[in-house]
């Protein structure tokens, strides 16, 4: 399939224009979007000759001949989505149908913090946008990160004031009822020695037309900062997703991050820590279960930049059903960042012979007194464990749910978070097959 597909004819500057008028927005950010158009115009799209994109199934995320999406069908919350609300003990709950926010719900207890709908925060805190706001994700870093900095028409701000923490989650939770080109940008902002949770659903209830979903989330974590972020990907097969994660952390400030990817026909998950400040830490946990013939593709990059860092990094993932998983990361360690402490391991369960799983972790070394180390594995399920499980009187199903389990347990066990880690279970044993589990979920 061919690398290259045309730009759509609805991608023009006209687009751009239409955003900026209709929402009447300051100049700082027309003047943003322009020059984010003007790069994905220029930027071609990747090829499998750039080698982060090297294995990825390109034709998969084409966006050829579909409309940047404006309107949902319906401003009714899913009853999915009602249940995922009353589950997660939320603090503050977001609800965005495409670019709509369709329901809030905040009652946050603690003082001067902010949860709302980017546009929003556009006009009523302007001052920290324009202060964070394309910080983290630099613009010209690619087509589809120019594309959605041009023409994001929602998302979500979070901003935690210095030394609050935020006892309960924060929840954003993103669906679509209709097909097109959907550009979502979240921004957080946690000041020093503030603390916060926040969880990233994306989902959706079954529909005909096919939808492109181009996310960019931005974290900036100032000195002493800690927050742990979930992102959970369970579109309908419908959809092509990509998110572009990018974190800053400043001096002694921690990141906990899960990447779920359990949705879509095609997921695209980036997962980048900068370790700007002595002391900060970057735990970048990641979990995916492809069947049905689903593409699944992860970039991480842990870059210390700074001394005396740690980052450590496990994703697992398991495939049937014809499947195919491409894992690419890379831990850059800059010249004067000594006494560097980074992991990175990845591992991929096939359990089938059509399925393949593709592994290239790398390290880019420019210091001289670090601990660094990285490795993958990808195996099938070893047929002894598979033949002592069913001598036990397992069937077929229920034996492979208890090694798909088993083997994901590694990440789940990680997780600080026990409600994200029971739901995390149902969803893959739904996708399993286990009696008693719902698919809706």
Known sequence: MADVIDNPKTITSDAVEAIVSQHDEPQ???????????????????????????YTELGRFSFDGLELLEEPASRQVSERIEMRITDSDAEGVLVLNGPEVIYRDHHIREEGVIFTDLRSAVHQHEE?????????????????????????????????????????????????????????????????????????????????????????TEIVLKEGAKLRYVSLQNWGRNVAHINRLRAHLGRDSRLESLT??????????????????PGAESEMLGLYFADKGQHYNQYTLQHHAA?????????????RDGS????????VVDEGAQKTDAYQTNRNLLLDTESEAVSIPQLEIGANDVRCSHGSTTSPVPEDQRFYLMSRGLKPEVAEHVLVTGFLYEVMSRVTLPKVAEYVERLVQAKLGVPGVKEKL
């Open 28 to 54: 700082w950010l027309a003047d943003a979007r322009r020059a984010a158009l003007q790069h994905y115009l220029a930027t071609p799209l990747p090829s499998n000759r750039d080698e982060r994109w090297r």
């Open 128 to 216: 920290l946008l324009r202060a964070h706001l394309y910080s983290a994700i630099d613009v010209r870093s690619g087509k589809y990160t120019a594309l959605n900095a041009a023409l994001w028409k929602n998302g979500t701000f979070v901003y935690v004031p210095k030394d609050i923490e935020v006892a309960l989650p924060l929840g954003a939770f993103t669906t679509a009822d209709v097909g097109g080109i959907t550009n979502r940008r979240t921004l957080i902002v946690v000041e020093a020695n503030a603390k916060v949770t926040f969880l990233d659903e994306t989902t959706s209830d079954p529909f005909d037309e096919r939808l492109f979903s181009n996310a960019a």
């Open 260 to 277: 779920v990817s359990l949705g879509a026909d095609a997921a695209r998950a980036e997962v980048e820590s900068r370790l700007e400040g």
């Open 307 to 319: 001394d005396h860092a740690f980052s450590d990094l496990l994703f697992k993932g398991a495939l």
């Open 324 to 331: 195919t998983a491409v894992y690419s990361g890379v831990i």
